[in-house]
DNA sequence: ATCGTAGCCTGGAGGC
DNA sequence: TGCCTCCAGGCTACGA
């Protein structure tokens, strides 16, 4: 949603100058803030990519051998408005970008919680699927959502892992942009306990397994893309869009939309899967 | 090589 | 009312 948006608006501006509010946010550039600024300060942007929670837009002149690149951690957003206006609360990084034609526009960077951020970065061979990367994304695995997606080679990586299922849904390496709404999500559909030793799946199990989650990632694009800030950003009281989707995630001891059965909360990996214990019950060889 | 855990960070929610 | 603690999560560093 964010790259289809930046596709339309940035895509051939140049940038004219950059502003970081936040060294945080540029921390795991190599050559620190200033060195950011300088990479990026009259350089052309080219259309967005993104794998996962990673979105980059190479930089020209083409061949284009750098890109600048942002993770968006949990809470980050990249906006793109009128250069000018009012800071936004969490802004962290501004570029000031002068498109082909019309008035300066403000690429911002905006994270509440600065675990994402922005760096310039060489472009390198992906070890997933051989595409064009930047380098921290090289080792990254493929976006079910992405076309060069292969399911039946995730599906038999997954099945050769020695761990719990969840935990193998959550490793970027092996399949990138799922997280533990959608992974809890996921396994309720497929009707799987997040610690289902991954060694003990059948075939089956493991494609309708991925097909659920290829649904719920459309399911959520379609809703207009979910950042967790959405989950908290209705004051007035009005549910998130994407809330009101959920199944289970969020919701202990409500009921499983599928037989009623008040959800359960187990702490999980310092955090927390939520599970319908009747559809997926625990099984008894269990691997966190 | 593979698997598991702690910690990074901010702010909203809820307890007292 | 205002403080305090808990909790959310993608990723990395590090230990087993």
Redesign the pocket.
């Known amino acids: 949603m964010v790259r289809r948006g930046l596709e339309r608006q940035v895509a051939d501006a140049t940038v004219t100058s950059v502003e970081v509010h936040n060294t ?1 946010s540029v921390r795991r550039h190599p050559d620190g803030t200033a060195g950011f600024a300088a990479r990026l300060v009259g350089r052309r942007l080219g259309s967005a990519r993104r794998r ?3 979105l980059w837009l190479p930089l020209h002149p083409l061949p284009a051998t750098d890109a600048v690149l942002a ?1 968006l ?3 980050g957003q990249l906006l793109v408005r009128p250069t000018g206006g009012a800071a936004e ?2 802004l962290r990084v501004r570029l000031v970008l002068q498109p082909g034609a019309g008035s300066p526009l403000d690429l911002r960077f905006v994270d ?4 994402g951020g922005l760096s310039v970065a060489p472009l390198a061979v992906s070890l997933a699927d051989g595409a064009c990367v930047p380098e ?1 994304v090289r080792h ?1 695995g493929v976006d079910p959502l992405e076309e060069s997606f292969d399911a039946a080679q995730v599906g038999h990586r997954l099945s050769r ?4 299922v969840k ?1 193998a849904l ?1 490793d ?1 390496a092996l399949l ?1 942009g799922v ?3 959608y992974a809890d999500e996921a396994l309720w559909r497929a009707r799987l306990h997040y610690a289902r030793p991954t060694e003990t799946l059948r075939r089956r199990e493991v494609s309708t397994l991925l097909s659920a989650l290829r649904e719920v990632l459309v399911e959520a694009l379609e809703e207009g893309g979910t950042s ?1 800030d959405s989950l ?1 950003v209705d ?1 007035d009281g009005q549910p998130g869009y994407f809330e009101r989707s959920l199944a289970v ?2 919701r202990a001891d409500r009921p499983c939309p599928r037989c009623a059965t008040p959800v359960r ?1 187990d702490p999980f ?4 899967s939520y599970t319908c214990p009747r559809c997926q019950p625990r099984p008894r060889r269990s ?2």
Request: no cysteine; charged share 25%.
């Open positions: 945080r996962g929670k990673y993770h951690g949990m809470s609360r969490h509440q919680r600065t675990f921290p990254i892992r020695r761990t719990g935990r959550l970027q990138s997280g533990n709404i967790f908290y004051v995630y969020g909360r990996m310092n955090r927390s691997r966190w």
